[in-house]
């Protein structure tokens, strides 16, 4: 009877660590200011259907004297993927199909990184709405779920106003 009870205590600790390594998002939500603007952003390390890393940036900016902008930036691992900066990034949203618009600067040409103007995609979306990324990449295309907290963690970003002017 003891052994039964060592077993069964020893399946679920496992099945506790494998939901917790499987199932976790390492995200954070932080504010920056500087003297030209005010950003606010959601940091995210997700991992695509091929389980390669990905850091995933969702931020608001709010420049002096220009409208805010909501981009997504996508950093993958160098030497592992490249972006095709050529098409837009798609997103998967309950039977739609949508898309963010490349915005990578010139100025920053990184393979492995791409940035993604991703206010024209919200204002087609509910707050409850599941989330797939497309990501469009030199070897073929890799999908990448949004975990339920990140995209409503991105709806507490889009909808943040900053108190007071920079």
């Given amino acids: 009877m003891e052994n039964l009870a060592r077993l069964w205590k020893s399946c679920v600790?496992?099945?506790?660590?494998?939901?917790?390594?499987?199932?976790?998002?390492?995200?954070?939500?932080?504010?920056?200011?500087?003297?030209?603007?005010?950003?606010?952003r959601s940091l995210s390390k997700l991992q695509d259907e091929r389980d390669r890393a990905w850091q995933v940036v969702f931020y608001k900016r709010f420049p002096i004297g220009q409208p805010d902008a909501i981009h997504l930036r996508l950093v993958g691992f160098p030497g592992l993927v490249t972006l095709n900066h050529?098409?837009?990034?798609?997103?998967?949203?309950?039977?739609?199909?949508l898309s963010a618009k490349d915005v990578t600067s010139q100025d920053f040409p990184i393979a492995h990184v791409g940035e993604y103007d991703f206010k024209p995609v919200l204002n087609q979306l509910d707050t409850d709405t599941k989330l797939t990324l497309i990501l469009h990449l030199s070897t073929g295309d890799t999908r990448l779920k949004i975990p339920e907290e990140t995209a409503l963690e991105w709806w507490r970003v889009a909808s943040w106003q900053p108190d007071r002017a920079p």
Avoid: F, G, K, P
């Avoid at 660590?17 to 603007?37: E, Q």
């Fill in 13 to 40: 600790l496992a099945m506790l660590i494998w939901v917790i390594s499987t199932h976790s998002v390492l995200a954070s939500v932080h504010t920056y200011s500087d003297a030209n603007s005010i950003l606010y």
């Fill in 86 to 97: 050529d098409q837009t990034l798609e997103v998967e949203a309950n039977r739609s199909l």
